[in-house]
């Protein structure tokens, strides 16, 4: 049903995209949906959290904690922070633009989620901020809020879309510009 959601949802838009269009193309009625869901609101949300996973059998959230945990090498932390937004971004970034336009289009409940994705978003940042920070990782005198700003600032989905969508980028060659943004910014070199 997510799957099927996510297709239509993205070529046909929010507001376009009606739950009986959903539950037929699924093979689902739309009291499931409303069951399972909420409506198109809780839907998106449900798509967009499982795009936050990734695509490898351990969430992307838990790998990149790993990471951050066992890394010795900052630049090679980079490296793999790069590589983590090449991965996610492309599941993760068009929803949270269906979720933006949807809520600048003035869905009051897109509107919410958007607050709250963000907020969600910004303190994972917050989150591994810390943790490179109490490993000793980056450049000294950097403070958790820079750095969670700069993290912020990498894995936006407006990122994504003016790279990816807009010019064309591969999602590899974002990862490898946001590698060398983390790099100039958090290590100081």
């Given at each position: 049903?997510?799957?099927?959601?996510r297709g239509l949802l993205l070529s046909q838009g929010f507001g376009?995209?009606?739950i009986a269009q959903i539950a037929g193309a699924a093979g689902v009625s739309a009291e499931s949906?409303?069951?399972n869901f909420g409506?198109?609101?809780?839907?998106?949300?449900a798509i967009y959290e499982e795009s936050l996973l990734g695509s490898g059998e351990v969430p992307a959230e838990e790998r990149s904690d790993a990471a951050q945990r066992a890394a010795e090498d900052p630049r090679a932390l980079m490296a793999?922070?790069?590589r983590f937004v090449a991965e996610v971004s492309p599941l993760?970034?068009?929803?949270?633009l269906l979720i933006r336009d949807a809520a600048a289009g003035g869905d009051s409940a897109m509107a919410a989620l958007l607050r709250e994705v963000d907020d969600a978003r910004y303190a994972r940042m917050l989150h591994n901020a810390r943790q490179v920070i109490a490993r000793g990782?980056?450049?000294p005198g950097?403070?958790?809020?820079?750095?969670?700003?700069?993290?912020?600032?990498?894995?936006?989905?407006?990122?994504?879309?003016?790279?990816?969508?807009?010019?064309g980028w591969t999602p590899e060659r974002l990862g490898r510009f946001v590698e060398a943004t983390l790099v100039a910014n958090l290590l100081g070199t």
């Open positions: 049903m997510l799957r099927t959601a376009a995209t009606t949906v409303y069951k409506g198109k609101p809780g839907l998106v949300r793999q922070l790069g993760g970034s068009p929803v949270q990782l980056l450049a950097l403070g958790e809020v820079q750095v969670a700003d700069v993290f912020f600032a990498v894995t936006s989905a407006e990122l994504y879309e003016t790279l990816v969508l807009k010019r």
